[in-house]
């Protein structure tokens, strides 16, 4: 609140603080006595409290406002046995001479500032204080995870293309901080890892800023979703936060939030959804939406002057209509998402580290990139890295990063330390985020089942510091988890492939407490496993294996390479059931999966590409597809491997989807660019089989569609890649930023883009 703020905003103000001081008298306020306008008198059981309040600092308004205070401290005095007290509430500093005015006129009537009095409601600077000292979600600092955080480089933010207030243009911290400011309310979304916590507390950090300065009359309260599994009141809530951190007056943040002095910020909605999963996505979904109970009330019932925003992993949810319902009180709400980092802004990050150009695989995540540089692992990814697919990419690293390990460590060898790594993150599986935490007896069982034997008090060291894991300072002492989702998927890889090689189950099976099937790029991994001693019979077998041990999570993933392989299971029958697939993906000339079928599966993607033979597709019964690409919808799929009791979520690739710009007056090249952009930078998946880019596009525009690909690579853009010996096309995720203002409005982006598309015909 600044200087020339309306006078009667400020009483306004002042009565709400008042309201909630003395709660007993929280209907009264401005009282006529005697043809005299008061602007406040509370009467608080055996205490009258009588408020005047102005933004006045001239001297005759305090003695005509202490005259009044005078006058009802004199009528409520022993009045009915009560006490009376007077208050004179300044926008900023009473004036010394003000101050002394008013002890002449009355010595019951206390001169103070509005933020002094409200200090008596809440102690804001002592809140912002203990606040700034603890955690804040997943943000840490990678070299020292105790120690303080590095300095914010600010990240690209984009609006959600469904977002309703058609403001499009890229935005940064700086934004999110004024919208909070001006009482907006939203969600950030963000892949792992993606700053979306540092963001968040960025924000926390302006908004107290602009408190201190007294800019705001509000301030921000910042709460780690984490710490408060199972709440369900923002009350409970805001009581257990003041104790986590230490301050010891938690009723009163309670009593600052119901008068709408407090923005509220809550990082990670995605840590605090209840474990497991069902079959029946609806089941699912209550699950969720009962998780999200707590953040749903924050929006609700936080008073509508103060702002609310809430941070978490975009695909937590099956999609956005699910996000906004259970999230927010108002469907309306914003949504903004947080991008990867662009090249000048990993050049910022990594300061004056050694740069060097980062491979199109590795994801350009703070977190991850903050932890290799850290470990000094990034000046070894060698040039021979930088034009792989993901998968081999990724396979590369582990090998990169546990090599340097072993060099540091005398009598560990390379392939141990890699070992236990994978090791480590199959039990990570089983845990709810697939990340962690991961205790120190799981981590010393693990590398005691590689070596045959307990580990020496020199192993034990490279333990605590084993590559790709890190300290999480929420969790329990010696605790570790994966710094990285990618990083976590291609380790995740080795005890399929070790399986499908040698299908032989111990005692104990890990396998058996795995939750999700692998991510797609754990699978891609699989195969470059597998792929030099593979063959039909002995998939086949690993299947079986799999399913008759109930191990349905392990049939999924095998399935799931043999795709990537290129080789089918030996006509083996295989029916798997009740597993949350990430993603799958069904090719034009792909093996016979006919004697595949998925039972009340959950599938998050579903890709067909080109025009696969019905008769070598798995059969899909009473499956949930929240996001079906390459078909125009539910009659476009072959009935006799989709039963009627499938039920669909999404098809990007309608012909509808793609009809706005279809029908707008862009030069037809211009069209074709912008279609291939959506589907490889706004839609879910490592990126797209070349035939699948196709799907949703008019028969006119195919043909250009080669020439656009390849002004896209030239623009570095996109990059192509051989899975399985077929062509996909991957984004470059650092060019986000530019790819957005393109297709949101390619006349106007002033790129070159433009005019090479145009050139199209």
């Given at each position: 609140m600044t200087a020339d703020v309306d006078q009667d905003e400020f009483e306004e103000e002042v009565r709400t603080v008042a309201r909630a001081l003395w709660p007993h008298a929280r209907t009264d306020g401005m009282l006529n006595i005697e043809a005299v306008e008061h602007d406040g008198i509370f009467f608080d059981h055996d205490i009258v409290h009588c408020v005047e309040a102005t933004v006045s600092r001239r001297l005759d308004k305090a003695k005509h406002d202490g005259e009044k205070l005078h006058k009802a401290i004199k009528r409520w005095t022993g009045t009915d046995g009560r006490l009376a007290k007077g208050w004179f509430v300044t926008l900023h500093a009473p004036?010394?001479?003000?101050?002394?005015e008013l002890r002449?006129?009355?010595p019951r009537i206390k001169a103070l500032s509005f933020a002094q009095f409200k200090s008596?409601?809440?102690?804001?600077?002592a809140y912002l204080q203990r606040r700034r000292e603890a955690p804040f979600g997943s943000a840490r600092n990678p070299e020292d995870p105790h120690g303080p955080l590095e300095r914010y480089v600010p990240v690209?933010?984009?609006?959600?293309?469904?977002s309703s207030s058609g403001d499009l243009e890229v935005l940064h911290v700086d934004d999110l901080a004024e919208r909070l400011l001006s009482g907006q309310r939203y969600a950030l979304v963000g892949d792992y890892g993606a700053g979306k916590s540092m963001t968040f507390r960025q924000l926390f950090f302006q908004l107290?800023?602009?408190?201190?300065?007294?800019?705001?009359?509000?301030?921000?309260?910042?709460?780690?979703?984490?710490?408060?599994?199972?709440?369900k009141t923002p009350r409970v809530a805001l009581t257990h936060h003041a104790e986590e951190i230490g301050f010891d007056r938690p009723e009163s943040l309670v009593a600052a939030w119901r008068s709408g002095y407090i923005h509220v910020l809550l990082d990670g909605f995605d840590e605090i959804a209840a474990p497991g999963w069902s079959s029946d996505v609806r089941l699912l979904r209550e699950t969720r939406m009962r998780a999200m109970e707590l953040v749903?009330?924050?929006?609700?019932e936080t008073p509508r002057k103060a702002a609310v925003a809430v941070a978490g992993r975009r695909h937590f949810f099956d999609n956005e209509a699910e996000l906004r319902d259970a999230l927010f009180d108002d469907r309306s709400r914003l949504i903004f998402e947080v991008a990867e980092f662009n090249e000048a802004q990993i050049r910022e990050y990594l300061g004056r580290k050694n740069w060097f150009t980062l491979p199109a695989w590795l994801p350009a995540r703070p977190l991850l990139i903050g932890h290799l540089a850290a470990q000094r692992k990034l000046e070894e990814i060698s040039d021979s890295t930088l034009d792989l697919a993901p998968a081999a990419g990724w396979n590369a690293l582990l090998d990169i990063i546990s090599s340097r390990e072993s060099d540091i460590e005398a009598g560990i060898d390379v392939g141990s330390v890699r070992a236990t790594l994978e090791r480590l993150a199959s039990v990570a599986r089983c845990k709810p985020s697939g990340l962690g935490p991961l205790t120190y007896s799981e981590i010393t069982e693990g590398f005691a089942l590689i070596r045959g034997q307990e580990p020496s008090d020199d192993q034990r060291t490279i333990l605590h510091r084993l590559p790709g894991l890190a300290v999480d300072a929420d969790a329990q002492q010696g605790t570790r988890y994966f710094i990285d989702a990618d990083l976590a998927a291609a380790a995740q890889a080795r005890d399929v492939s070790e399986f499908i090689l040698t299908p032989v189950l111990t005692g104990d099976s890990v396998a058996s407490r795995w939750n999700v099937s692998l991510t797609q790029l754990g699978v891609d991994v699989v195969a470059i496993q597998c792929k030099d001693n593979i063959t039909e019979k002995l998939v086949g077998a690993a299947a079986i294996t799999a399913v008759r041990a109930d191990l349905d999570v392990l049939a999924a993933d095998i399935v799931r390479a043999s795709l990537a392989l290129g080789c089918g299971l030996d006509n083996s029958t295989v029916n798997i059931d009740g597993v949350h697939v990430p993603s799958l993906e069904l090719f034009e000339g792909q093996p016979d999966l006919s004697s595949i079928s998925f039972s009340n599966c959950i599938f998050e993607s579903l890709e067909i590409s080109g025009e696969v033979d019905p008769r070598l597709l798995p059969s899909f019964d009473g499956c949930y597809i929240d996001v079906l690409f390459g078909r125009a919808g539910a009659s476009d799929l072959p009935a006799q491997r989709f039963a009627a009791n499938c039920t669909f979520g999404d098809f990007p690739d309608s012909l509808e989807r793609n009809a706005s710009v279809v029908a707008s007056d862009l030069p037809i090249g211009v069209k074709v660019v912008i279609v291939l952009l959506r589907k490889l930078y706004m839609q879910r998946?490592?990126?797209?089989?070349?035939?699948?880019?196709?799907?949703g596009m008019p028969q006119s525009e195919r043909g250009l569609v080669p020439a656009a690909l390849a002004i896209l690579q030239k623009e570095k853009l996109a990059t192509q890649v051989k899975i399985n010996s077929r062509p996909v096309w991957l984004p470059d995720r650092a060019s986000q930023k530019r790819v957005h203002g393109?297709?949101?409005?390619?006349r106007g982006s002033d790129d070159s883009l433009y005019g090479e598309a145009a050139a199209l015909q």
């Amino acid at each position: 609140m600044t200087a020339d703020v309306d006078q009667d905003e400020f009483e306004e103000e002042v009565r709400t603080v008042a309201r909630a001081l003395w709660p007993h008298a929280r209907t009264d306020g401005m009282l006529n006595i005697e043809a005299v306008e008061h602007d406040g008198i509370f009467f608080d059981h055996d205490i009258v409290h009588c408020v005047e309040a102005t933004v006045s600092r001239r001297l005759d308004k305090a003695k005509h406002d202490g005259e009044k205070l005078h006058k009802a401290i004199k009528r409520w005095t022993g009045t009915d046995g009560r006490l009376a007290k007077g208050w004179f509430v300044t926008l900023h500093a009473p004036t010394p001479e003000q101050t002394k005015e008013l002890r002449g006129i009355d010595p019951r009537i206390k001169a103070l500032s509005f933020a002094q009095f409200k200090s008596r409601l809440f102690d804001s600077l002592a809140y912002l204080q203990r606040r700034r000292e603890a955690p804040f979600g997943s943000a840490r600092n990678p070299e020292d995870p105790h120690g303080p955080l590095e300095r914010y480089v600010p990240v690209d933010i984009l609006p959600s293309s469904a977002s309703s207030s058609g403001d499009l243009e890229v935005l940064h911290v700086d934004d999110l901080a004024e919208r909070l400011l001006s009482g907006q309310r939203y969600a950030l979304v963000g892949d792992y890892g993606a700053g979306k916590s540092m963001t968040f507390r960025q924000l926390f950090f302006q908004l107290a800023d602009a408190h201190k300065q007294n800019r705001t009359l509000r301030y921000p309260v910042h709460l780690n979703l984490r710490d408060h599994w199972g709440q369900k009141t923002p009350r409970v809530a805001l009581t257990h936060h003041a104790e986590e951190i230490g301050f010891d007056r938690p009723e009163s943040l309670v009593a600052a939030w119901r008068s709408g002095y407090i923005h509220v910020l809550l990082d990670g909605f995605d840590e605090i959804a209840a474990p497991g999963w069902s079959s029946d996505v609806r089941l699912l979904r209550e699950t969720r939406m009962r998780a999200m109970e707590l953040v749903r009330r924050f929006f609700k019932e936080t008073p509508r002057k103060a702002a609310v925003a809430v941070a978490g992993r975009r695909h937590f949810f099956d999609n956005e209509a699910e996000l906004r319902d259970a999230l927010f009180d108002d469907r309306s709400r914003l949504i903004f998402e947080v991008a990867e980092f662009n090249e000048a802004q990993i050049r910022e990050y990594l300061g004056r580290k050694n740069w060097f150009t980062l491979p199109a695989w590795l994801p350009a995540r703070p977190l991850l990139i903050g932890h290799l540089a850290a470990q000094r692992k990034l000046e070894e990814i060698s040039d021979s890295t930088l034009d792989l697919a993901p998968a081999a990419g990724w396979n590369a690293l582990l090998d990169i990063i546990s090599s340097r390990e072993s060099d540091i460590e005398a009598g560990i060898d390379v392939g141990s330390v890699r070992a236990t790594l994978e090791r480590l993150a199959s039990v990570a599986r089983c845990k709810p985020s697939g990340l962690g935490p991961l205790t120190y007896s799981e981590i010393t069982e693990g590398f005691a089942l590689i070596r045959g034997q307990e580990p020496s008090d020199d192993q034990r060291t490279i333990l605590h510091r084993l590559p790709g894991l890190a300290v999480d300072a929420d969790a329990q002492q010696g605790t570790r988890y994966f710094i990285d989702a990618d990083l976590a998927a291609a380790a995740q890889a080795r005890d399929v492939s070790e399986f499908i090689l040698t299908p032989v189950l111990t005692g104990d099976s890990v396998a058996s407490r795995w939750n999700v099937s692998l991510t797609q790029l754990g699978v891609d991994v699989v195969a470059i496993q597998c792929k030099d001693n593979i063959t039909e019979k002995l998939v086949g077998a690993a299947a079986i294996t799999a399913v008759r041990a109930d191990l349905d999570v392990l049939a999924a993933d095998i399935v799931r390479a043999s795709l990537a392989l290129g080789c089918g299971l030996d006509n083996s029958t295989v029916n798997i059931d009740g597993v949350h697939v990430p993603s799958l993906e069904l090719f034009e000339g792909q093996p016979d999966l006919s004697s595949i079928s998925f039972s009340n599966c959950i599938f998050e993607s579903l890709e067909i590409s080109g025009e696969v033979d019905p008769r070598l597709l798995p059969s899909f019964d009473g499956c949930y597809i929240d996001v079906l690409f390459g078909r125009a919808g539910a009659s476009d799929l072959p009935a006799q491997r989709f039963a009627a009791n499938c039920t669909f979520g999404d098809f990007p690739d309608s012909l509808e989807r793609n009809a706005s710009v279809v029908a707008s007056d862009l030069p037809i090249g211009v069209k074709v660019v912008i279609v291939l952009l959506r589907k490889l930078y706004m839609q879910r998946g490592r990126g797209r089989a070349e035939s699948a880019l196709l799907r949703g596009m008019p028969q006119s525009e195919r043909g250009l569609v080669p020439a656009a690909l390849a002004i896209l690579q030239k623009e570095k853009l996109a990059t192509q890649v051989k899975i399985n010996s077929r062509p996909v096309w991957l984004p470059d995720r650092a060019s986000q930023k530019r790819v957005h203002g393109f297709v949101t409005a390619p006349r106007g982006s002033d790129d070159s883009l433009y005019g090479e598309a145009a050139a199209l015909q």
